[in-house]
């Protein structure tokens, strides 16, 4: 079974924090992607990684920064965290294939900024 | 651009009874897939069926069926003899086939069902 992994469930930062959010998955999957989640709004795509060191921005990346240093690993970043981006963060990955294939997601990290 | 609507908020149904999520999509892509995850309140989304753009049969699985109709771009997901167990968020998903790089999701808004005993 796919592991996907993120490094806590709940977080509490303050305005203008810097603020990592961790992800790690253990199938050796080529895709990985950061969503947030709200209510009434669904999992908006922040930025997706195909490879390592490769990244794309997703439909709301403004305020947001990604790292792929290594294939298991995809990491957020809020540069100066503000509190409009207290919300539920997904970290997900995929298996690169031209089917697409189905992306597995973490637990989630609830993100509160004060 | 690419957008999923699943207009329903919220359900509540008795147990027992079947229940539909009405899942309708937009894209310009002639080769795109379609997503059901389920979210139960632990919060992780559990992937629930696949279907490409050129296979529009129907699946059953279970309890679970899904009516795909290409003609009115709905993919629909119904629940037979519902459980409390099934009480989820439910995502219709769409992405995209790209040749070169992987695959992107535009989730719907979610259907919050509730299966009272």
């Known amino acids: 079974d796919v592991k996907v992994t993120q490094s806590s469930r709940y977080l509490v930062k303050r305005t203008g924090e810097k603020v990592f959010l961790e992800c790690v998955q253990d199938?050796?999957?080529?895709?990985m992607f950061w969503y947030r989640q709200d209510p009434g709004l669904g999992l908006r795509l922040i930025y997706f990684s195909y490879d390592v060191k490769m990244k794309e921005k997703g439909d709301i990346p403004e305020g947001y920064s990604v790292s792929r240093e290594k294939k298991e690993r995809f990491s957020l970043i809020l540069e100066s965290a503000s509190t409009n981006q207290t919300s539920m963060y997904l970290c997900?990955?995929?298996?690169?294939?031209?089917?697409?294939?189905?992306?597995?997601f973490g637990d989630g990290t609830r993100l509160s900024i004060l | 651009a690419q957008k999923v609507t699943q207009a329903q908020t919220e359900i509540s149904v008795v147990e027992k009874e079947d229940v539909t999520l009405d899942c309708v999509y937009e894209t310009r892509d002639t080769t795109y897939y379609l997503f059901w995850y389920k979210q139960p309140p632990s919060g992780e989304l559990v992937f629930l069926i696949r279907r490409n753009s050129f296979d529009e049969q129907n699946e059953i699985s279970g309890r679970y069926s899904w009516n795909f109709q290409k003609s009115t771009s709905s993919f629909n997901f119904t629940i037979t003899a519902s459980q409390v167990v099934d009480s989820a968020v439910y995502f219709c998903?769409?992405?995209?086939?790209?040749?070169?790089?992987?695959?992107?999701?535009?989730f719907g808004e979610g259907t919050q069902l509730t299966v009272n005993p």
């Open positions: 998903a769409l992405s995209e086939a790209r040749e070169t790089s992987g695959s992107r999701l535009t």
């Open positions: 199938m050796d999957h080529e895709n």
């Open positions: 997900a990955s995929s298996l690169w294939a031209r089917e697409n294939q189905p992306q597995h």
